[in-house]
């Protein structure tokens, strides 16, 4: 069974702080359309104090993820800080001390993760919110592990549900969050934490990916 | 966007160094630049009293920092929650030994970071009971209440918890009277115009020349209806066809009124509606035993007024009139 | 013009009912619709302290009414001066028997409306001596400082002469510390926006968005210079380099300092303003011993922000930090 | 020698009342270009009250000047108030209790409310106000007076003046008041002050000439 070496995978984070900061500017923009036009500036705040606290040698990937947590719970609150906090959080605990991320522990890792997101924000796929990538992206990743997909085909597999979910949100009317204040006129926009999300889980498919070994 | 600032990202750390420099007979920095304290906090044997919220409100929450009222403040970016780590920063900062009272405002991002917080804080044997404020009327059906935001009685209800703290109250007790304290009070906003975060350099919600917004809330939440502005006096009307049939309010009840501009309204306006909600309220055998006029809870330069009803029993009464003294209340028994 | 009003042309009228209703354990009414009083005025063996002006201003001038500071207050219409007869009036409730103090601003019809009402007092044996505010630096060159402007200022003025007839204090001896506030005291403004009278209904001058009047008065009275905005710091840098110079304050001066904003500036960018300021009069060698920041003067819902310096000597400084309770200005002595 | 009846001529003041009511939104409209637009309001205001003030049957010129002035110092503060209220007492005060008007005693009418508005005022002609208006209708009256012409002729002589000197503030600079905020920029519009005293002089030529008996 091929797996990715934790020990040598912090650097999953670092690509995740850099996708953030490359799309700050983007993210802020879809929030602009129908939330307050901070999400990039929300995001990028809290994922470069991730990386400047990462430190050199990089951590393995758990403590990595713990590092990111801990920077978003403790460097931006509102909303964001306790729901990617949460994700973050979850999943360097799913890994804890694992030596290597084989795909049903990648599977498990996500469900918590997404668990996690929706413990702490109480809200639901189809409300309009990142849980509208996050959570078909967990879906599909079982479904094609129960499938019989290597590992790398699953991250796949989750990364374009990632951006399908993400793309679902244009349709749906915002019912939490700061767009619900829009109503009906929430439609026909993508929602700014689903875009956030779905890079983020791109980010790391891609990481993982590249970090398999047999 | 005409300004005082310098870099919009900073404007809380900016606002807050001025804020200790001008009070330091009233608050203190602490460890994390983001939690202030009452100067002698924390004060043993007290049971601390603390909040956080989002900046913008000013003077809410940092200016109710004061004897009377507030030990600490968890202080957050422009209309944004506090972090998790500021919530337990501020616990900290308040505890006295006998367990400290979270009193805030019921918004996702403050539910969450408090729950953290206290957590986070139990984790270490302090122990934080919590009073979520729910007064806003229109965000939510009384039957759905617990779903209501907290606006501007959450000044009350720190004004109550605070007074009990520092007749010597135990936890529960305090916890008991911040909770009655909200329980008793219902709110409601009008909005005149919108308000723009520095960050942001554009209003991220708009309020057309001549319409008010009824029932909006302090970040602009949406509101119940749009309509046409009408004098005050029929605002002062339909504010409180909101408010008092929702506890209900009745005759023989003796009140808190508190009026707060949202930012840009000159004061006078709040008391030509103020002259009308009074005359109101002794028309229909009310007392109001209390009345805070002013910008007591702001929403930057949001141009609105919020009018929030308390009923007074004996002990709120005696809470509310207690002498306290911090830059956005105080209270002298002369 | 989103305002909270009934009938444009009544404004100061219901203002004042309402003001009345909410603080009747501090003021009163008189037989004048325009004057309001201590609830006590007046006060026997007191010398009456007493002001007036245009309203708009909120808290000034009403609000300052209270313990240990006004006795009575001439109200005018909206940014025009009390009648003479409204003056005269404010004199009468005010007399305690030893003289009436009037501390107002350096505005043309307050100069004439003050004139007559004090020949009309006096007419009837009624000793009525005044003090002109003249604090607004850019407003003239100190060569001609009788030519400029009362802005916030007053204020200070008003604490200072309170605070010496409080402590039983004669006429001349209030006159005379107030005199010596006022000569001690420099200010300047700077306005962001506009604003608009309701009964006119729109604004009479304007301000252009990214651009900011330095030296701006509280009616909008042309400043020194319009130019591009800039930093907080750099405001705070320009305007102490107009105020500092002109007394002059120098290293070793002890400072009351009062940061106003003008009505619609969150109260967060005047703690930004204040943070600087502090440091660069610290870096001087100068001591803030009385800082106050707020809303202590406005100009409706202009956005700006004045500021106000005093050198304190020791009378000085203990006048400003003797006890006062009033709506716009509450010193406790804790 | 022609005169005024002054017990039966109260009713010059009702004219200008009326007149003041009349161009009401005519001088708040003047005002509204360099100054703040509310001339109309405040004078009428001022003018209302006095009306209401004056009772039935109207008392003599004198004592209707004076509760014209009184209404204006209790009623309007601000300026005007004292301007005008400086100018109607002192042409009451120098009617005194004499009997008729006759052309020297309104010469001295107009010189004493000119100087009671200067002496209050401290403005000068030249400053665009009211002044510019009143100090050459006192000048034309006088001069018309010194050329023997008689008192009818003289008051046409003084309201054709006043109409002159409020015309003449159009190319002025402001100096004192609202609009001297404006400096270069208040050229080229007349002024509101000086636009009421035309109209104010104007009706008392109109009123008296009226009711002159040989
Ligand atoms: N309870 C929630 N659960 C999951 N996601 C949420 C929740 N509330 C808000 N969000 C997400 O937060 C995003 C907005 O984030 P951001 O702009 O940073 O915060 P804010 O709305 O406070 O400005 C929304 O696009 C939505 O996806
Ligand atoms: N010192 C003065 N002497 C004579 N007239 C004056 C003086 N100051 C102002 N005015 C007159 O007042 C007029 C404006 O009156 P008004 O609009 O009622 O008052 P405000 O300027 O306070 O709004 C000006 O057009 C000018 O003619
Ligand atoms: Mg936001
Ligand atoms: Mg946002
Ligand atoms: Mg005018
Ligand atoms: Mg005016």
Same mark, same amino acid.
Do not use: W
């Given at each position: 069974m091929r797996g990715v070496v934790l020990a040598d995978a912090?650097?999953?984070?670092?690509?995740?702080?850099?996708?953030?900061?490359?799309?700050?500017?983007?993210?802020?923009?879809?929030?602009?359309?129908?939330?307050?036009?901070?999400?990039?500036?929300?995001?990028?705040?809290?994922?470069?104090?991730?990386?400047?606290?990462?430190?050199?040698?990089l951590p393995p990937l758990p403590k990595a993820l713990q590092v990111l947590a801990d920077a978003l719970f403790e460097g931006i609150g509102g909303s964001m800080g306790p729901l990617y906090g949460s994700l973050f959080g979850a999943m360097a605990e799913t890994l804890g001390s694992a030596p290597v991320l084989d795909a049903p522990l990648c599977g498990r890792m996500l469900r918590a993760?997404?668990?996690?997101?929706?413990?702490?924000?109480?809200?639901?796929?189809?409300?309009?919110?990142?849980?509208?990538?996050?959570?078909?992206?967990?879906?599909?990743?079982?479904?094609?592990?129960?499938?019989?997909?290597?590992?790398?085909?699953?991250?796949?597999?989750?990364?374009?549900?990632?951006?399908?979910?993400?793309?679902?949100?244009?349709?749906?009317?915002?019912?939490?969050?700061?767009?619900?204040?829009?109503?009906?006129?929430?439609?026909?926009v993508v929602d700014a934490g689903a875009s956030s999300c779905c890079l983020i889980l791109q980010t790391i498919a891609a990481g993982l990916e590249k970090r398999l070994q047999a | 966007m005409n300004r005082i600032i310098n870099n919009p990202d900073l404007v809380v750390?900016?606002?807050?160094?001025?804020?200790?420099?001008?009070?330091?007979?009233?608050?203190?920095?602490?460890?994390?630049?983001?939690?202030?304290?009452?100067?002698?906090?924390?004060?043993?044997?007290?049971?601390?009293?603390?909040?956080?919220?989002?900046?913008?409100?000013?003077?809410?929450?940092?200016?109710?920092?004061?004897?009377?009222?507030?030990? &600490?403040?968890?202080?957050?970016?422009?209309?944004?929650?506090?972090?998790?780590?500021?919530?337990?920063?501020?616990?900290?900062?308040?505890?006295?030994?006998?367990?400290?009272?979270?009193?805030?405002?019921n918004y996702a991002g403050d539910n969450m970071n408090v729950k953290l917080a206290v957590k986070q804080?139990?984790?270490?044997?302090?122990?934080?009971?919590?009073?979520?404020?729910?007064?806003?009327?229109?965000s939510a059906p009384v039957a759905e209440r617990a779903k209501r935001r907290g606006v501007a009685g959450e000044v009350l209800m720190w004004k109550v918890g605070g007074a009990r703290a520092a007749e010597g109250a135990d936890l529960e007790q305090v916890i008991a009277s911040a909770q009655k304290a909200i329980d008793s009070?219902?709110?409601?906003?009008?909005?005149?115009?919108?308000?723009?975060?520095?960050?942001?350099?554009?209003?991220?919600?708009?309020?057309?020349?001549?319409?008010m917004e009824v029932g909006i809330g302090h970040h602009g939440e949406p509101g119940v209806k749009v309509s046409a502005i009408c004098p005050a006096s029929e605002m002062?009307?339909?504010?409180?066809?909101?408010?008092?049939?929702?506890?209900?309010?009745?005759?023989?009840?003796?009140?808190?009124?508190?009026?707060s501009g949202l930012g840009a309204t000159p004061i006078m306006e709040l008391y030509?509606?103020?002259?009308?909600? &009074?005359?109101?309220?002794?028309?229909?055998?009310?007392?109001?035993?209390?009345?805070?006029i002013g910008n007591y809870f702001t929403s930057l330069e949001m141009m609105g007024v919020t009018l929030t009803i308390m009923r007074l029993d004996a002990e709120l009464d005696r809470l509310v009139a207690a002498?306290?003294?911090s830059l956005g209340l105080t209270k002298v028994v002369s």
């Open positions: 912090g650097g999953v984070v670092v690509e995740m702080v850099d996708a953030i900061n490359a799309n700050r500017a983007k993210l802020s923009e879809i929030d602009g359309a129908i939330g307050d036009g901070d999400h990039g500036i929300n995001m990028s705040k809290g994922f470069t104090q991730a990386g400047a606290a990462l430190g050199d040698p993760g997404l668990e996690g997101v929706e413990e702490i924000g109480s809200a639901k796929p189809g409300d309009k919110t990142l849980l509208d990538s996050l959570a078909p992206a967990c879906d599909a990743f079982d479904a094609a592990m129960a499938a019989g997909r290597p590992f790398a085909e699953c991250l796949r597999e989750m990364a374009a549900a990632a951006e399908k979910g993400r793309d679902s949100t244009r349709d749906m009317i915002a019912r939490v969050g700061r767009a619900s204040r829009l109503g009906e006129r929430s439609r026909g | 750390e900016d606002a807050v160094r001025g804020y200790l420099k001008a009070h330091a007979d009233l608050v203190a920095p602490t460890g994390n630049p983001r939690v202030i304290r009452h100067h002698l906090a924390p004060r043993q044997g007290k049971v601390g009293v603390v909040t956080g919220g989002g900046s913008g409100h000013e003077p809410a929450f940092l200016g109710y920092v004061g004897d009377g009222i507030l030990d &600490s403040v968890a202080i957050g970016e422009i209309f944004s929650s506090p972090t998790a780590k500021s919530f337990h920063d501020a616990f900290v900062a308040a505890d006295g030994g006998r367990g400290v009272a979270c009193l805030y405002g804080a139990s984790a270490h044997g302090l122990v934080v009971k919590t009073v979520v404020a729910n007064d806003d009327v229109p009070t219902r709110s409601i906003g009008i909005g005149l115009s919108a308000c723009t975060i520095p960050a942001v350099g554009k209003p991220n919600f708009s309020i057309d020349n001549g319409m002062a009307d339909l504010m409180l066809e909101h408010v008092l049939p929702d506890l209900p309010f009745a005759a023989g009840d003796d009140l808190a009124v508190l009026v030509i509606l103020y002259d009308r909600i &009074s005359e109101v309220l002794g028309g229909k055998g009310m007392k109001v035993r209390h009345p805070f002498p306290a003294r």
